[in-house]
């Protein structure tokens, strides 16, 4: 879809051909091309697409970061353990742990969970070969109200309450040995679960990355050791005295049974287990353990290293499949954030309030949640979720696969690091305005020539500048062809890195893609055609103004034009503030402001815990 009208172009020549033996090797480029009828027509950009969200849950599968500032899940991805890849599992005596049971991503998590009790056991497993699993993105193992487990508990129950009514409100949230037993049964009785080959475990994020792992029969993995990690206090018998609920267990509190006469109460987790000496640490570890994936430059943090994704499919609820669904989600945002019908955002005229609601609807993600769904859409789900798992159980090897499969999950990626960064680079320096007051030339030049450095940068693999003599008036013809050019350039800029058609006819081939991944890529060429839009427009703009005022000296502003310059970058600014607020990559551009001493781990950065 053609979301910037490009009609009317022209580009204005900074040099002049080179004469004699050069003209004959090159011609001499030239900035970038402008129009004869004003500026480029900017996109008014759709805050009611869904092209956005499906980008950024893709970029966000398996980021800490990214899924604790945007807690509620939307998709569900197909991934892997890699081959001799330890996990973890905390409990509280020597047996073997019951199936299904959680493992997690590392010890520290583990032990915050279940350790620093007066008879807590760690036990470290191994992968033995590559396995299989799903992955609910989002903080899907924050047990919370607010929408973080609404995916699950509507592909296990249909609803975002689960199956009983005469419980206490928050007993779902418990139920957790229900659920994992509800999934696995699920993969189990469409034997999806075949051992080695099949999905053998569930992916889920809280205070880090879990795995509900199905059946520890499995050969999948292996048990490294296990041994008592509690802490000898002196003087005193640490089998004298039963700790609490040890009889029955935890599970007595995320009770299997679906049939409770009652609501069960939520364990005390502040509870003070018999004066164990490192009750207070134990969680203070597993956080920083956590935090260990951020980096003071950009809280969306790297990838779970434990955990591969699988180019396999994806189910996500911002496809537009499911029309019903978007519909309540895009009806909910155009009251609460001024949309138009058609998804534009609509100002009020005041500055302070513009960049509010820039604000807001560049964190919009956070408080989207999925809710309950009608029966089409949730049948929808269920039969996108068995065909992606069949193509992923099906599939070949683990070679064959990478060797075929399209990497969206990598090529959103390289856009993020390649125009995140950098747009909002732009946009401060936009930002930072002109000098008007005296009218400095000097300065106004040297800004127009950092701007267009930038723009340079960010437009250089995909824009052709112009060839063209400059002369008084240009023809028709040569009005035409530059038309064409840019056109072309855009083309090139959307697409330059999405798959070229030949090679995307391989892949589908190859891999008898389904139509699951075609909303992703339909909605990375409509991010990379709005980025590219907005700056092609913003380019032709300033090397106008380049052209007109600065190319050469007797052409400095005066003070009225000076003033019209301050108007256009603020013009300018407005673009990229609104095409940033489009694109929801808030993560990215939170930093800290200071960095800690190395031996302090800054808890300030916010971790979505297991017990809401």
């Known amino acids: 879809m053609m979301l910037g009208i490009m009609f009317g172009l022209h580009l204005i020549p900074l040099l002049h051909r080179p004469s004699g033996a050069d003209s004959q090797r090159f011609e001499q480029q030239h900035p970038i091309s402008v129009f004869t009828t004003g500026t480029l027509a900017q996109p008014s950009l759709n805050f009611s697409s869904p092209a956005p969200h499906i980008f950024s849950s893709v970029h966000g599968l398996l980021r800490q970061g990214y899924n604790t500032f945007f807690p509620n899940g939307f998709s569900i991805a197909p991934c892997e353990l890699p081959a001799f890849t ?6 509280l005596n020597d047996e073997p742990p019951q199936s299904p049971e959680w493992l997690a991503s590392t010890p520290e998590m583990a032990y915050g969970i279940m350790g620093s009790t007066q008879n807590s056991f760690l036990s470290t497993y191994q992968t033995t070969r590559p396995v299989k699993c799903l992955y609910f993105d989002g903080a899907s193992g924050a047990l919370g109200e607010n929408g973080t487990m609404d995916m699950q508990m509507l592909f296990l129950y249909g609803n975002i309450t689960g199956p009983l009514e005469n419980h206490s409100d928050s007993y779902f949230l418990w139920d957790e040995y229900a659920r994992a037993q509800r999934l696995c049964s699920w993969l189990h009785e469409r034997e999806f679960d075949i051992l080695g080959q099949g999905i053998e475990g569930i992916v889920r994020m809280s205070a880090g990355f879990e795995v509900m792992w199905c059946n520890f029969s499995s050969p999948s993995l292996q048990l490294v050791s296990r041994f008592n990690v509690s802490v000898p206090l002196l003087g005193y018998n640490r089998t004298a005295s039963p700790m609490p609920y040890s009889k029955k267990g935890i599970r007595s509190f995320l009770a299997i049974t679906q ?39 950009d809280l969306a943090s790297v990838r779970e290293p434990s955990i591969r994704l699988l180019d396999a499919g994806l189910v996500s609820l911002y496809s537009p499949q499911y029309g019903h669904h978007l519909s309540r989600l895009v009806e909910h945002e155009r009251e609460h954030f001024n949309l138009t019908l058609e998804g534009r955002w609509q100002s009020d005229g005041s500055q302070r309030s513009r960049q509010d609601a820039m604000r807001q609807l560049m964190r919009r993600r956070a408080s989207q949640r999925v809710g309950n769904m009608n029966a089409q859409d949730l049948d929808r789900l269920r039969l996108d979720l068995k065909r992606m798992v069949i193509r992923v159980v099906n599939a070949d090897s683990h070679e064959s696969r990478s060797r075929h499969a399209v990497p969206w999950s990598r090529i959103c990626d390289t856009i993020v690091d390649n125009f995140a960064k950098r747009l909002m680079h732009l946009q401060r320096l936009l930002a930072e305005g002109l000098d008007c007051d005296g009218g400095s030339t000097v300065r106004t030049k040297r800004y127009f020539a950092s701007l267009r450095e930038r723009i340079h940068a960010l437009l250089m693999p995909f824009f052709e500048y112009s060839t063209i003599i400059e002369t008084a008036s240009e023809t028709p013809e040569q009005q035409e062809k530059q038309s064409e050019k840019t056109l072309a350039s855009l083309d090139r ?120």
């Open 86 to 91: 330890p996990f973890y599992h905390g409990w």
């Open 259 to 297: 049939n409770p006469q009652d609501g069960l109460p939520a364990p005390d987790w502040e509870i003070d287990w018999e004066h164990e000496p490192f009750v207070a640490s134990q969680q203070w570890d597993w956080f920083t353990s956590t935090s260990a994936t951020y980096n003071p430059g």
């Open 493 to 612: 800029c959307k697409r330059h890195h999405l798959p070229a058609l030949q090679n995307r006819e391989v892949s589908k081939a190859m891999t008898k893609a389904s139509t699951t991944h075609h909303f992703v890529e339909e909605a990375i060429e409509e991010v990379m055609e709005n980025i590219c839009t907005v700056l092609i427009g913003i380019g032709t703009s300033v090397e106008k103004t380049w052209l007109q005022h600065f190319n050469q000296p007797t052409h400095l502003p005066n003070r009225k034009q000076h003033e019209m310059l301050r108007i256009d970058a603020r013009v300018w600014h407005d673009k990229i503030e609104e095409l940033n607020a489009w694109l929801g990559w808030a993560p990215h551009w939170m930093q800290c402001d200071r960095l800690c001493a190395w031996n302090v781990s800054d808890l300030s950065i916010p971790l979505p815990l297991p017990v809401s």
